[in-house]
């Protein structure tokens, strides 16, 4: 199923200099496949199913340090989601459980930090923060995770 993330921003790295005003984010499956205006992307897309944020959506980070406490592997991921993060570093997931409770919802375990980028082709690992910073709603892998109620 295709699905039309948009916001009122949309940024292709959280450093970009020129967002989309008005932008969004065609997703197929787990893969990213096109990325523009609302307009442009309806007219492209007219039968995707579409969610509509209110926020800026970027990529997801790279959760880089120790990963938040909670009773279970699960929730700790969950809280990592909740943060707007789709990946965390291998260094800091080794308590038991933890990689397995990644792999579940679709959570990368990295062998360091890098860059993330929305670029067409590429994994559909988003994030829409709200004017405050906080995290509105994950994608991972075109998967809605975290949805802030």
């Given at each position: 199923?295709?699905?039309?993330?948009?916001?009122?921003?949309?940024?292709?790295?959280w450093?970009?200099?020129?967002?989309?005003?008005?932008?969004?984010?065609?997703?197929?499956?787990?893969?990213?496949?096109?990325?523009?205006?609302?307009?442009e992307?309806?007219?492209?897309?007219?039968?995707?199913?579409?969610?509509?944020?209110a926020?800026?959506?970027?990529?997801?980070?790279?959760?880089?340090?120790?990963?938040?406490?909670?009773?279970?592997?699960?929730?700790?991921?969950?809280?990592?989601?909740?943060?707007?993060?789709?990946?965390?570093?291998?260094?800091?997931?080794?308590?038991?459980?933890?990689?397995?409770?990644?792999?579940?919802?679709?959570?990368?375990?990295?062998?360091?930090?890098?860059?993330?980028?929305?670029?067409?082709?590429?994994?559909?690992?988003?994030?829409?923060?709200?004017?405050?910073?906080?995290?509105?709603?994950?994608?991972?892998?075109?998967?809605?995770?975290?949805?802030?109620?």
């Amino acid at each position: 199923m295709e699905t039309l993330h948009v916001a009122d921003e949309v940024r292709r790295t959280w450093d970009a200099v020129e967002p989309i005003k008005g932008g969004g984010v065609m997703v197929a499956g787990d893969r990213i496949g096109a990325v523009g205006t609302f307009d442009e992307l309806r007219e492209r897309f007219p039968g995707a199913r579409v969610r509509k944020w209110a926020g800026v959506l970027g990529p997801a980070r790279v959760h880089e340090g120790p990963l938040p406490d909670a009773p279970t592997p699960r929730e700790r991921i969950h809280a990592v989601l909740k943060l707007g993060a789709a990946a965390v570093l291998a260094e800091y997931a080794t308590a038991p459980g933890l990689r397995a409770a990644a792999a579940r919802v679709g959570v990368l375990v990295l062998p360091a930090a890098g860059s993330t980028a929305i670029a067409e082709a590429g994994r559909a690992d988003l994030a829409v923060f709200d004017a405050d910073g906080r995290c509105v709603a994950t994608v991972c892998a075109g998967r809605l995770v975290h949805r802030r109620a």
